[in-house]
């Protein structure tokens, strides 16, 4: 009889691109998320939690830098129905207002937060898994609902704990970026395209079928580019290419120097404060047409329409104290291709962190948003105007860390030591006694033959206070108290002159055990 295989044991890897979550990591993550739901609440936006599974068909073809709606996200079928894990909030906020429209106030304002997935390649910093932070305003058009999201993240950042002169929100239009791109002196099919020849001759001397177009999307993603590569870096990636840090060639746009130029003018329109950078912008398109019938029409209609909702957004933060050292209005700014329509914002920390060889550099962007007037459409075939933000919990999460401002409890539970397996009721008593004052306790539950290796196990669970009661204690009604903070503190140092007058472990009445207990958390 053949020898029957061992079924091998599977191994304990967290799946890549996943990671699992610890006490305090989730502490912390709470405590910000809780500091910032405080916000948006007193905002009037209400707490939504919708289902981490949608059809792909209500996901739509919104996940960004893919063109097929099962590209990118974690796809299964069932029956008929092709079934995913969301991959951001706001695409299901879009089928929970077109599901329930005649429920719902208008506008709807909520707020999410949970994780999300997306079936993307993992690397260094990028994650199949991770949380969101959104909030929304469905069913206004109105740039006051831009504007009031752009104040919200600004205080939603002071909250927990970005301080004031740390963070910038940038604010652009997408308009304003498609009124540049239309507004270049290059030849047009028509459509979304724009040829790379230069003139009417050169036009005619070849085949439309041979023709090279520069797409406006590629023009965006370089404008994206422009706070990492500069001026010249744009320049040359907009024209011929450039060799990037490894010295690999990044190919060009295709774009000629004029047209390049004018783009990174655009750019550099921004000022010293909002009002001036409006003024360039103004600029940049010129003086109205006026026609022999007194009618004025600017001469780039979109760009003009985005230019005003600029002014009005810039005006309306400005009225309720928000200006432009927390709220800027910024050409550079892209955000996601195809999606946004109107708006978009950023919120840039602006605090220097070194990178990974060293050198210094700020810490970047921690939410983005827009408005967005075309995603709810899907589902009811009518526009539904809608602007959002959403943070990313991972990063801004870093960023406290790195400022040392996390404000979240992390401190572990009092241990109660057990020093006879027999009266474990009492030692049971003993926490409940220290629980039913609002303090944390656990009796230890492991082998408590070694009472060293009890003590490390408060040291592990990152416990103030360990609790000791023998038989002798427990004949006399006392307890002894264990600091065991003081006591790693006295452990690192040389002298003990400057702790002799607290000694890093007591005896005390079990009458007052916890009001000593409470004096050493509080200290």
């Not at 063109?67 to 796809?75: M, Q, T, Y």
């Not at 990178?355 to 009518?382: C, H, M, N, W």
């Not at 108290?481 to 452990?491: E, F, H, M, Q, T």
């Not at 040389?494 to 007058?501: N, Q």
């Amino acid at each position: 009889m053949a020898k029957q295989k061992k079924t091998p044991r599977p191994k304990a890897d967290t799946p890549k691109g996943f990671r699992d979550y610890f006490g305090a990591d989730v502490a912390e993550r709470k405590a910000m998320l809780d500091a910032i739901a405080g916000v948006y609440h007193l905002y009037g936006f209400e707490a939504l939690e919708s289902s981490a599974v949608e059809t792909v068909e209500a996901l739509g073809k919104f996940l960004p830098d893919v063109d097929r709606p099962n590209e990118g996200v974690f796809a299964w079928q069932e029956d008929d129905d092709w079934l995913a894990l969301r991959y951001d909030l706001t695409a299901p906020l879009a089928r929970v207002f077109a599901q329930y429209r005649n429920d719902l106030p208008t506008p709807y304002r909520r707020f999410a937060m949970g994780p999300v997935w997306r079936n993307e390649k993992p690397g260094p910093g990028r994650f199949r898994q991770f949380y969101q932070c959104d909030a929304d305003t469905v069913g206004s058009g109105s740039v006051a609902a831009d504007a009031e999201i752009c104040m919200m993240l600004a205080d939603a950042l002071e909250a927990v704990g970005i301080e004031r002169g740390d963070y910038v929100i940038r604010v652009n239009n997408r308009k304003v970026l498609n009124g540049v791109i239309d507004g270049l002196p290059v030849y047009s099919d028509g459509k979304t395209t724009f040829p790379k020849v230069r003139n009417v001759d050169e036009m005619m001397q070849v085949k439309m079928s041979e023709l090279e177009f520069v797409s406006p999307d590629a023009i965006l993603r370089t404008i994206d580019k422009f706070d990492k590569v500069g001026r010249e870096g744009v320049l040359e990636l907009l024209t011929t290419g450039r060799k990037d840090s490894s010295g690999a060639e990044i190919e060009g746009v295709g774009l000629g120097i004029s047209d390049a130029q004018a783009v990174v003018r655009f750019l550099e329109a921004r000022g010293i404060n909002n009002d001036e950078t409006l003024r360039n912008l103004r600029n940049f398109v010129g003086e109205p047409i006026e026609f022999d019938d007194g009618q004025v029409v600017p001469k780039n209609i979109e760009f003009a329409d985005g230019l005003g909702e600029l002014s009005d957004i810039a005006d309306l933060c400005a009225a309720q104290g928000y200006g432009p050292d927390r709220i800027v209005i910024d050409p550079s700014v892209v955000r996601g291709l195809g999606y946004y329509t109107g708006p978009v914002y950023e919120a840039e920390l602006t605090f220097e962190i070194e990178d990974e060889k060293g050198r210094p550099r700020q810490f970047g962007s921690v939410a983005g948003g827009g408005r967005y007037d075309d995603l709810v459409k899907r589902f009811t075939g009518q526009e539904v105007p809608a602007t959002g933000v959403s943070i990313g919990v991972d990063r801004l999460l870093a960023a406290l860390r790195m400022k040392g401002r996390i404000k979240a409890d992390t401190t572990g539970p009092v241990v109660i030591t057990v020093m006879d397996r027999d009266r474990m009721g009492d030692y049971q008593a003993m926490a409940t006694t220290l629980r039913n004052a609002g303090i944390r306790a656990e009796v230890y539950l492991g082998n408590p033959k070694n009472f060293g290796n009890q003590l490390k196990y408060a040291d592990k669970r990152g416990s103030p206070v360990a609790i000791i009661q023998g038989s002798d204690e427990a004949d006399r009604g006392v307890v002894q108290i264990k600091d065991l903070v003081l006591g790693a503190k006295i452990a690192e140092t040389a002298t003990l002159e400057e702790w002799k007058d607290q000694p890093a472990q007591f005896e005390c009445t079990v009458a007052d055990m916890v009001a000593r207990v409470r004096e050493i958390l509080d200290r």
